[in-house]
C-alpha cells in the first residue's frame, strides 16, 4: 500500500526492526501475540513488495499471487482473531480483562466469516495510482467492518496499559481517515500508520522490562 514496492521494502524493514526490539523486551509468554505485531507490521509491508512485483511481471505469477493472498489474509483473517486475542491475555487486570474475552470471540468469528468468503470469492489485485487496491467479494460488508472495528480497536482501549491505550486510538484514527480518504490516498500513508502503531507496541514493553521482573502470579 505504500507508494511502490521500493517503499514498501524499506518500511517493512524499519518496522520490522522495531518488531525484534519489541519482541526482546517482552518478558511473559501470554504477552508474545501483541508483542509480535510489530514484527507482523513489518513482514506486512515486505509481502507487499511482492504483490507489486507479481503485478509487474517481475517475479514469477505464483509467487505474486501468493504474495496477495497473504497480504489479505493476514489483514481481513488474522489481525481481527489475534489482536483481541493477544489483548485478552496480556491484560493483567482480571475484571478489566472479562470485558475483552466477548471482542475475542467476536474477532475469531470475523476472522472465520472473512476466511470462508476469501476462500470462495478470491482476491483481485490491480496496480492503481501509487498504490496497490485489493478487492474481495464479502458480503453483508458493513456489518462486518463493523464487527471488525470492534474486534480490533476496543480491546486496546480497553487496555489498562497507557501506550496500548494510544494503540487502540491509532486504530480508531487510521480508520477514521479510511472512511474519509480515497483509497489511493489512505494507502500511501499506510506505512507511517503501521510505524507508529508498532512504535506505542515497542514502548509499551520497554516500560514494562523497565519497571522490572512481573510478579510471579502474572506470568
Given amino acids: 500500500m505504500c507508494l511502490s514496492p521500493e517503499v514498501d521494502v524499506i518500511a517493512g524493514a524499519a518496522i520490522g526492526g522495531i518488531g525484534v526490539a ?3 523486551q517482552v518478558r511473559r509468554k501470554r504477552d508474545l501475540i501483541i508483542g509480535a505485531l510489530p514484527l507482523g507490521f513489518g513482514l506486512h509491508q515486505l509481502t507487499e513488495a511482492f504483490v507489486w ?12 499471487d501468493a504474495a496477495r493472498d497473504l497480504y489479505v489474509g493476514y489483514a481481513q483473517v488474522v489481525l481481527p482473531i489475534v489482536v483481541p486475542l493477544g489483548f485478552a491475555l ?5 475484571k478489566r480483562r472479562r470485558f475483552v474475552w466477548p471482542f475475542a470471540a467476536l474477532g475469531l468469528a470475523v476472522g472465520l466469516f472473512l476466511l470462508w468468503h476469501l476462500l470462495g470469492g478470491g482476491i483481485v489485485a490491480d496496480e492503481r495510482d501509487h498504490c496497490v487496491a485489493y478487492v474481495t467479494t464479502t458480503p453483508h460488508a458493513i456489518p462486518s467492518a463493523v464487527a471488525y472495528i470492534a474486534a480490533v480497536c476496543v480491546p486496546a482501549l480497553l487496555s489498562t496499559q497507557r501506550h496500548l491505550r494510544w494503540f487502540g486510538l491509532a486504530n ?3 480508520i477514521a481517515i479510511a472512511a474519509t480518504m480515497q483509497e489511493e490516498e489512505f494507502t500511501s500513508v499506510w506505512c507511517l500508520y503501521a510505524a507508529v502503531m508498532s512504535w506505542l507496541i515497542y514502548l509499551h514493553f520497554r516500560a514494562e522490562a523497565r519497571a ?5 502470579a502474572s506470568r
Avoid: F, K, M, Y
Avoid at 90 to 94: K, T
Avoid at 212 to 216: A, Q, S, T
Fill in 90 to 94: 496480556l491484560e493483567r487486570d482480571p
Fill in 53 to 64: 512485483w507479481g503485478l509487474r511481471d517481475q517475479v514469477p505469477a505464483g509467487v505474486g
Fill in 172 to 174: 480508531v484514527v487510521g
Fill in 212 to 216: 522490572g521482573p512481573p510478579d510471579r
Fill in 22 to 24: 519489541t519482541l526482546l
